[in-house]
């Protein structure tokens, strides 16, 4: 998935079928990392779901600290 007019693409991982995409992107002028679930459709486009979360740059750094330690045991 490459860089668009929504975001800075950071990574991608397959769940069941689905795609679990992360971006970084500026919204109201507020820098957000949004997780959100996505599907493929008949012609094969990454299209989005509602599933997800937007998190400003704190509450993201609060997640990736937290699943950080999760690795750690």
């Known amino acids: 998935m490459a860089d668009d007019n929504e975001g800075r693409h950071l ?12 971006q ?13 679930l ?11 779901t509602k599933k997800g979360v937007s998190l400003t740059m704190d509450e993201a750094r609060e997640v990736f600290n937290g699943l950080a330690r999760a690795f750690e045991d």
Do not use: M, Q
């Open 11 to 22: 990574c991608s991982a397959r769940k069941n079928g689905d795609v679990v995409v992360t």
């Open 38 to 48: 996505h599907y493929v459709n008949d012609e094969g486009e990454i299209k989005p």
């Open 24 to 36: 970084k992107s500026l919204f109201k002028g507020s820098t957000r990392v949004d997780i959100r």
